[in-house]
């Protein structure tokens, strides 16, 4: 593979196949075990396959901070929260929308090495909650150490898949997501999913990529770029669709155009930046819905 082939999970997807000729279950088990890798090479202080950059993961904390600085995260942010959790993967800061407050739940879909959620954690203070949930193993005990070097009480994480969250009914006042909703196989079940564990009156705060025109086949068909958060990426209308249908109301789907220029980077040469931007998606569960 050369230079251009190479995303930011590096090779270490399987071969180029075709996601519509895979069952749902095939799908999950080719991103988890792409993100099993970015979680162990992280854990061992190497890269995940071709360069010390790629897929975020870096044996210099410098380079992780700095795609963050470029996703909207502050340093503040980055020296607040344990070495290691800071992988630089994702495309927003969802915390930034999400608008916490003291004695929330918040429910972090696609928790990774935990970042966002030790973000969201002092600001629901020990009366709120923060539940990462994750599928990947890996990520899932990367996480539980970070939280436990780092002290956090009102932190848990979650092994599940956001297709079928590990949660009971309305119990969320927040879910907050960071580039992870384009891994699904199924989106509309995970709006369901975050619609039946959100309270009334709950909210959704996502960060996304989303497609401004259709995808040619031969991104959306890539395994890498699907396991990048690029290939599976839905319409602006499609995804709209998928959250009115859930239930939500309210929806916001703010395009960041800026955002082609650090995409274009996660595939040198691709051509991705003219189809895909990163996005704030927002949307809040009726107060009169039932929980």
Excluded at 158 to 184: F, K, M, T, Y
Excluded at 269 to 277: D, I, K, P, Q, W
Aim: one cysteine or more.
């Amino acid at each position: 593979m050369n230079q251009e082939g190479e995303n930011r999970l590096g090779n270490i997807c399987c071969a180029p196949g075709t996601i519509l000729e895979l069952d749902q279950d095939q799908h999950r088990q080719k991103v988890r075990q792409a993100y099993a890798a970015v979680a162990q090479a992280d854990s061992s202080g190497n890269s995940c396959g071709v360069s010390s950059g790629c897929c975020g993961v870096s044996d210099e904390q410098a380079i992780n901070s700095l795609i963050s600085t470029r996703l909207g995260y502050s340093s503040e942010d980055m020296g607040s929260v344990p070495q290691g959790s800071d992988m630089g993967l994702g495309c927003g800061n969802p915390k930034a929308i999400a608008a916490l407050n003291l004695g929330e739940v918040v429910v972090d879909l696609g928790a990774g090495g935990g970042f966002d959620c030790f973000l969201a954690a002092p600001e629901v203070g020990e009366s709120g909650r923060v539940i990462g949930v994750d599928m990947t193993p890996d990520m899932v005990s990367k996480a539980r150490s970070n939280a436990s070097r780092g002290g956090y009480t009102n932190v848990e994480f979650r092994l599940g898949e956001i297709e079928h969250l590990p949660l009971a009914n309305g119990v969320a006042d927040v879910i907050i997501s960071n580039c992870v909703i384009n891994l699904s196989p199924d989106k509309s079940q995970v709006f369901r999913e975050a619609y039946r564990v959100l309270k009334p009156g709950g909210r959704l705060a996502i960060s996304d990529v989303v497609a401004t025109v259709e995808l040619p086949e031969e991104i959306r068909n890539d395994d890498q770029l699907v396991a990048g958060c690029m290939g599976n990426a839905s319409l602006i209308e499609d995804l709209h669709a998928d959250m009115s249908n859930a239930g939500f109301q309210d929806i916001r789907i703010d395009p960041k155009e800026e955002s082609r220029e650090f995409i274009r980077d996660w595939a040198p040469g691709r051509g991705v930046e003219a189809y895909l931007v990163s996005a704030i998606i927002e949307a809040v569960k009726p107060p009169e819905a039932a929980s």
